[in-house]
């Protein structure tokens, strides 16, 4: 963030404001996380602060210090696009670009709030009159500890604003262990803890959490999970069927993509997600080392994210959706085995 931009945040922030603080839709632990986080360390300053997210999230993120006070707006929309339109400013965490808040996107565009974005994916939008985006960082709550920071209130980080960092710092590391965890990232971490974040507890909560019927599902995933061993390549996919079947809940595929990428010698894995309420197929894409499946996904799947971790969605059938997947993998053979 330039130094500029941070006077004049900071000058922003000086008197008491009313602020909007808005997750991508269907948020995940980073995006809970950092929103929750910030959140807490605003009031502190007597900001009126509401966090507005586009629709509801996992279960496991629920017992998050402060998740209480969320909105969701597919079910709250006239109070929050009230609360939307009434900001002075408003903060967009985790993505880039407003159409990654679905039903959203046209009263934040529409508002007349200064945007201040905090983001570490890649090429972000101009929407923004502040930008703090990092692709090199692990995680938006990684950015929120930085930005506090950049405020001179790192004093101010108490257990509550520790305990949602460090969730989303966890998650979006894989639990520490993707290439974009630094050695700054786990000075980040001991300073969380110190600050009063048990970090046993909220393993345990995130993870430690799953029913019997959300385990079943993970089985069958994995039985149908396939191997293309020429192109170093694992996808899974799930039917609507197979979801009803074992009584889907969000969040309960959250992280099995990961156990295609597990596999020996697999460099890409995949999976897809019917959702026929949606009229789409969601998709996850994982990789190891330079393979960039933001690409992949921004060239095939109207999607993005990141080198190693991006989303996508086809209006293609399911079966149609991993035809093409399959016809476009010979096009990147050599990247792939270059890995």
């Known amino acids: 963030m330039k130094k500029q931009d941070i006077l004049k945040t900071k000058q922003l922030l000086a008197s008491p404001k009313k602020i909007v603080v808005v997750p991508h839709k269907n948020p995940d632990g980073d995006a809970i996380g950092s929103t929750l986080g ?24 629920k ?21 939307i339109k009434d900001a002075d400013i408003i903060f967009t965490l985790d993505f880039n670009a407003l159409h990654r808040t679905g039903n959203m996107e046209s009263v934040l565009a529409e508002s007349k709030a200064i945007k201040i974005m905090i983001d570490h994916h890649q090429a972000p939008d101009d929407y923004a009159t502040y930008v703090f985006s990092d692709v090199s960082m692990s995680s938006t709550s990684e950015m929120v500890y930085h930005f506090i920071n950049f405020l001179d209130d790192s004093e101010l980080i108490d257990r509550d604003i520790a305990t949602c960092l460090y969730t989303g710092i966890m998650t979006d590391t894989g639990s520490f262990r993707f ?12 300073h969380l803890i110190e600050k009063g974040a ?18 079943q599902l993970l089985g069958c995933a994995l039985t149908n999970l396939k191997v293309v061993p020429e192109l170093r390549t694992a996808f899974i996919t799930l039917s609507q069927e197979e979801l009803n079947r074992y009584d889907y809940k969000k969040g309960d595929t959250e992280g099995i993509v990961n156990y295609g990428l597990s596999l020996e010698n697999i460099v890409l894995a995949a999976i897809f997600i019917e959702d026929k309420q949606e009229g789409i197929i969601k998709i996850s894409l994982r990789s190891k080392g330079d393979f960039s499946v933001n690409d992949m996904a921004r060239a095939h799947f109207n999607g ?8 996508g969605k ?10 093409k997947f399959i016809s476009i993998l010979p096009s990147y053979k050599k990247a792939l085995n270059n890995e």
């Open 314 to 323: 086809s209006y293609l059938s399911l079966n149609d959706t991993v035809e």
């Open 198 to 215: 048990n970090n046993s507890e909220i393993h345990n909560n995130v993870f430690d959490t799953n029913s019997y019927k959300s385990l």
């Open 63 to 83: 017992w998050i210090p402060g998740e209480n006070t969320i909105l969701k707006h597919d079910s709250q929309t006239k109070i929050c696009d009230a609360l």
């Open 179 to 190: 290439p974009s965890t630094s050695s700054k990232t786990h000075e980040i971490i001991a």
């Open 38 to 61: 910030l959140y807490h360390y605003l009031i502190k300053y007597n900001h009126t602060v509401n966090v507005i997210s586009p629709n509801d999230y996992p279960n496991f993120l």
């Open 304 to 311: 993005g994210g990141h080198i190693n971790a991006a989303g």
